[in-house]
C-alpha cells in the first residue's frame, strides 16, 4: 500500500461519515467497496484511528464506524498523527545497517534534517484545517452514495 493511501482512506472515510444525514454507522465492508480497498485494511486504519479517539466502531449486526468527535474538532493532523506515518522520509537501503561512508551519514544528516523541517511545516498546515471545513466545500445536498 502506497505510504500516503492510509491518509487519503482515513480522509475520504471520516468526510462521508460527517456527510451522513441522520449519522449511521459504515462497516468496513461499505467503506472498501466504495473506496475499493480491501475491508482489512479499512479495519488497520480506522482501529489507529479508533486509538486516537477520532473514531468509534460498533459491533453487530447494526454496528460499523462512527465519528467519535464533532468534524470540527478533527484536524487533518489529527488523522496525519494517528496513522503515525511520515510522508516525508528517506527511503535507505538497508536501513538496519547504517551507512559506513562519512559523507553518506553526512548527507543523509543534512538530508534528514530538512525533511524534518518540511514535516513540521506540513503538520501545521494540516493543523489549520478541520474536516468541517472540508465538509464546507462539499456542494450541498453531498452526494452520499452508501
Known amino acids: 500500500m502506497k505510504r500516503n493511501s492510509r491518509f487519503s482512506l482515513a480522509l475520504h472515510t471520516l468526510a462521508h461519515l460527517a456527510a451522513l444525514t441522520p449519522p449511521r454507522p459504515l462497516t468496513s ?3 472498501g467497496e466504495h473506496s475499493g480497498t480491501n475491508p482489512v485494511v479499512v479495519r488497520r486504519t480506522l482501529g489507529l484511528l479508533r486509538e ?3 473514531v468509534s466502531s460498533e ?3 447494526s454496528g460499523g464506524w462512527l465519528l467519535a468527535r464533532a468534524p470540527d474538532a478533527i484536524t487533518l493532523a489529527d488523522v496525519y498523527a494517528a496513522l503515525g506515518e511520515r510522508f516525508l522520509r ?6 538496519e545497517n547504517p551507512p559506513g561512508c562519512a559523507i553518506e551519514r553526512a548527507l543523509l544528516g543534512s ?4 525533511l524534518d523541517d518540511a514535516e513540521a511545516l506540513l503538520v501545521a498546515r494540516l493543523a489549520r484545517t478541520s474536516l468541517a471545513d472540508i465538509m464546507a466545500r462539499v456542494p450541498k445536498p453531498a452526494a452520499v452514495d452508501w
Open 52 to 54: 486516537s479517539g477520532l
Open 29 to 31: 465492508g461499505e467503506i
Open 90 to 95: 528517506m527511503e535507505i537501503e538497508g536501513e
Open 111 to 114: 538530508v534528514e534534517a530538512a
Open 59 to 61: 459491533k453487530g449486526h
